[in-house]
Nanobody, 127 residues
């Protein structure tokens, strides 16, 4: 059974930083595409960043240059370092996983492409 558990959310002021973690279990981690999504109140879930087991990464326009996705295959952990946070970054952040390869270069931003999700961690950025 695939399990994803996020942590690291919290409240920060504008310009602050947070590092989210996603601990995985129950599957062959290194073969999976992993991604971070976020969902703000009243908005659709959107892709933030993705990373595959081959070291490929991709970012949404709103996260590129401010956020960094990384993964440790041995620890089965995915991270999202978020710097220069803005109020519009406030949302529930989710970790997602899918066993298919090649998603980072194409369909990674689509929530329906992912089979497994964590429970989410809340990020609040105050102005």
């Amino acid at each position: 059974q695939v399990t994803l558990v996020e942590s690291g959310g919290g409240s920060v002021e504008t310009g602050g930083s947070l590092k989210l973690s996603c601990k995985a279990s129950g599957y062959t981690w290194s073969a999976y595409t992993m991604a971070w999504f976020r969902e703000a109140a009243g908005k659709q879930r959107e892709g933030v960043a993705a990373a595959d087991g081959d070291g490929n990464t991709n970012y949404a326009a709103m996260s590129r240059g401010r956020f960094t996705i990384s993964r440790d295959n041995a620890k089965m952990t995915l991270w999202l370092q978020m710097d220069n946070l803005q109020p519009e970054d406030s949302a529930t952040y989710y970790c997602a996983a899918d066993p298919r390869r090649g998603m980072v270069s194409g369909s990674w931003t689509r929530p329906l492409e992912y089979n497994y999700w964590g429970q989410g961690t809340q990020v609040t950025v105050s102005s």
